[in-house]
């Protein structure tokens, strides 16, 4: 898989936590903050550092109780409390006229963090994400799975069926994609039972398509027609509500569409930051 040379970590204490954040560093670039999926941490866009490189300062901050930021022993960590620490981070970087790269749960935080403080953002792509909270079948059977991979970590049946919920039918049926599937496989395989609390917070997310209207920025939505947890649907949702969009479907794509079709999304993503127009 990709090294990434020209991104460096550390870590920040905010809000009585500790995040791991990856910056590329380029104080004179347009920056890019990148919110990413659970179960799959910052890392998952090392490709986007590598399209971006020269020109946008790419800084990308694991959420509380994942990667490499500090656990936390609660019963769940809500969105809200996501976006509370992504508010902070800001500050604490001081940084301004962001773009936003949100995949899957980071969406959830985006436009919950936008819509308290828009005049920090200049441009949102969300890419295998919604608005919307689990519907209840969904969500009953979402919920099983949290308890389950709290108990007996991501193995067997937990693993696969996280491996189906991150990765179109397609993408981990095709010769040419095995050995990205077997990366994250091996993975996700490696995660503590400790997510449970983080990935709880998405299972029980509430819905925040009632705070789109009042997102003005330009919004890039790219969503996967094989996409299980967050379908088209949701994505003709965001793109109904939100007043300022555009929409991108891709087929024989799952739910992570920067993984699963770089050579198709990277270049849409960097074109998108570098003109937002919908």
Not at 65 to 83: E, F, H, N, P
Not at 111 to 135: D, K, N, T, W, Y
Not at 191 to 202: D, H, I, S
Request: net charge negative.
């Amino acid at each position: 898989m990709l090294k990434v040379a020209n991104s460096y970590g550390k870590h920040i204490q905010v809000n009585g936590t500790t995040l791991w954040v990856e910056d590329t560093g380029e104080a004179d670039l347009p920056v890019v903050l990148c919110l990413h999926s659970c179960f799959l941490d910052g890392s998952m866009f090392d490709g986007l550092v590598q399209a971006a490189d020269g020109k946008f300062r790419v800084i990308r901050p694991d959420f509380r109780g994942q990667g490499r930021s500090a656990l936390d022993d609660v019963d769940i960590i809500t969105m809200d409390q996501c976006a509370d620490d992504m508010e902070a981070l800001i500050e604490k970087m001081e940084l301004s006229s962001i773009n936003v790269m949100a995949q899957s749960m980071g969406g959830d935080v985006a436009f919950r963090l936008i819509a308290r403080r828009q005049a920090l953002f200049r441009s949102l792509v969300v890419a295998g994400s919604s608005a919307c909270g689990e519907p209840p079948e969904q969500g009953a059977r979402f919920a099983q799975w949290v308890v389950d991979a709290g108990e007996q970590g991501f193995v067997g049946e937990i693993l696969d069926m996280t491996m189906e919920v991150m990765f179109g039918k397609t993408t981990r049926n095709n010769p040419e994609k095995q050995e990205l599937v077997a990366f994250w496989r091996d993975r996700i395989q490696a995660l503590p039972k400790t997510l449970r609390p983080a990935m709880k917070g998405v299972m029980h997310r509430e819905s925040s398509v009632e705070l789109l209207a009042s997102i003005t920025i330009p919004v890039l939505i790219i969503n996967g027609e094989e996409d299980m947890p967050r379908p088209p649907a949701w994505s003709d949702e965001m793109k109904r509500e939100l007043p300022n969009s555009k929409l991108i479907r891709l087929s024989k794509i799952g739910h992570s569409p920067t993984l699963e079709a770089p050579e198709q999304v990277l270049p849409a993503i960097i074109d998108f930051f570098s003109n937002p127009r919908v």
